[in-house]
Each structure stands twice: as C-alpha cells, then as structure tokens.
C-alpha cells in the first residue's frame, strides 16, 4: 500500500502574501511574479487509498484549500452532506494549525486527533465548542507509540501514527497564562506509516532545535517535512518585521551552523522538503540566492499542490 501526499499549504501563519506584508516575497506574488507563488498557511493531506483522507493540521485557510483539492470534495452520488476527510492530527494548538477547525462545524462527522495537552488547550477555549463531541470526538494520540488513527465511527483510515516530542513552546495564545507551558505535547513531529505496505513519512512543520535523540529517531526516513520558517535566526529583526529571533518564536532556521540544512545533513534522510516558509524567507524566492543555498544542499521547498506518492 503507497501513501499519496498532498501539500494543501506551505506558508507560515499569515501565508503569501501576508495581508500587510509589503516585503519583497508578498509583492512579487501580488504582482503574478511565477518566482514568487502565492502560498496558503501550512496543512498536508495523506491517504493510504485515495478515498480516505486524514488532515495533518487544520489552516486558516483550510476552507479554500478543500474547495483546491478535488479529492478531498463531497461525491454528489453519496448524498447531500459527504467528506472523504475522516480527520485531522494536529502538530500543536498554534492558531495556523486549529482556526481551519471552525471551518469543519457543519455538523459533519470528523474524528479529531491531539496529544493531551493540545486538546486541554482547544477545551479551554469555548469557540472551538462549535465542534459537537457528537459528530467529532476527540482522541489522544500517545506520545511514542503508533496507533492506527480511526474514522469518527471507528472505521479504519489505512493509517498508523507515531507523535513525539520536538523542541518548541506553548502557543503565543497561551503564553503567560499557560501553567502547563514547560510540559511535552504542545509541539510534536508525526510519523506517518502505511498500515499495509510500509511506506512512511515524517511531519514537523514547527521545531526549536535539532537535538541528537531527533536525529537518531529519523536517521534513514524515506521523506521528511521539517520546518522551513526562516532562512536566518535574525530574519525577522534585519527585516523589521519584527523584534524576536527564530528560536525565540520556536523555530530553528534552514541555515546556520545550529540550523536545519546542517543539522539533518549526515542523518541519511532520502527526500527533504522545507515547509511552513514565513513572508520574510528570502528562499520563498526561486531566483534567489538563499534558494540556490537550499536546492545546492539536496532541500526541495515545498509549494501549494504539491503531490508525493510513496
């Protein structure tokens, strides 16, 4: 059995163009530059056989990415209320991975995926109540140990997930008022596997830094999606975008002697995509330099509707 992936979006929150970014990869996109591709806020759909779908996050921009993605289109012949997605795993409570949540109310069954933490997390907000534990019940993915993710009438989705801890912090939304900020489940990688056949990935589109017991956990992989944030630590300052660094915002950068492009270097991963690229990454940019940096190190990035089969 293959997995068939599919990039929904690959920018960071605000995507590209940002509604009041002004900066050279916002323009370009504003003005058709092909250089510069307009991106939607980072979410993958995966599926084991093509009929059944699970969402890896939940964008602001989840509604349009649907309305993008035949695949993932209500079948007419099943009536007037159908989804082939079955539902979602979330990577952490950051509002560019839950607010898409609210666009999946219509009282559709869905099964909703989270560590424990992020689910205590949506459970302390009642916004996220429009979403009736009655049409979507909410499971715990364990930390370390793979399970077989099941539809909302416990049918089988084909696919078996791993989470485990990466390097991060609790969402913004929740700093200084989250007493459990320091605890493990709010920023996790997914491992993604076939249930049949084998084929598998592995998913963190958010992550601190690059420890040893993560790179012993991937050496090997057959595809990784890491996260493409910034090209620099100090991006967002040089830019005046903005007044903290990467890290301080729970990003590793792609460059840097600390960074992504060194950091999984000697780790034998076989395919390496960046996603989740902010408006301020001068890689977004084909033409640019950063860009040849990225490609010359054996990185893709990653673009809305890109399609990977293993």
Avoid at 116 to 135: C, G, M, R, T, W
Avoid at 232 to 240: F, H, L, Q, S, W
Wanted: aromatic share 6%; with cysteine.
């Amino acid at each position: 059995m293959s997995l068939e992936i599919r990039v929904l979006g690959s920018g960071a929150g605000g995507g590209i163009p940002q509604w009041n970014s002004a900066g050279a990869a916002c323009t370009r996109a504003r003005e058709g530059d092909p250089a510069s591709p307009r991106r939607t806020q980072t979410c993958l759909c995966v599926s084991a056989d093509r009929e059944r779908w699970l969402l890896l996050d939940a964008s602001p921009d989840l509604r349009a990415q649907i309305e993008q993605t035949p695949v993932l289109q209500p079948d007419p012949s099943r009536g007037p209320r159908h989804t082939p997605i079955l539902g979602v795993a979330l990577t952490g409570a950051d509002v560019d991975r839950v607010a898409g949540l609210l666009s999946l109310r219509e009282s559709q069954p869905l099964a909703l995926h989270a560590t424990d933490i992020v689910h205590a997390a949506l459970d302390e907000n009642s916004i996220f109540d429009v979403l009736s534990p009655a049409q979507v019940p909410r499971r715990m993915l364990p930390l370390d140990h793979e399970i077989e993710l099941l539809g909302p009438n416990e049918e089988p989705s084909g696919l078996l997930v791993e989470a485990f801890v990466v390097p991060g912090k609790a969402p913004r939304w929740l700093e200084g008022r989250a007493e459990r900020s320091g605890d493990p489940g709010y920023t996790v990688g997914l491992h993604v596997r076939a249930a049949r056949g084998g084929a598998s990935f592995h998913y963190i589109p958010g992550c601190a830094a690059i420890t040893d017991a993560l790179r012993d956990r991937l050496r090997g992989a057959a595809l990784l999606f890491f996260d493409g944030t910034f090209f620099r630590d100090d991006e967002m300052i040089t830019a005046g975008a903005g007044a903290k660094t990467g890290r301080r915002m729970g990003h590793v950068s792609m460059s840097g002697p600390r960074g992504a492009m060194d950091g999984w270097a000697d780790v034998g991963i076989q395919r390496k995509v960046f996603i989740h690229l902010n408006n301020t990454n001068p890689a977004l940019l084909a033409d640019s330099p950063e860009r040849r940096v990225v490609e010359s190190r054996g990185w893709e990035v990653a673009w809305d509707g890109m399609e990977i089969i293993l």
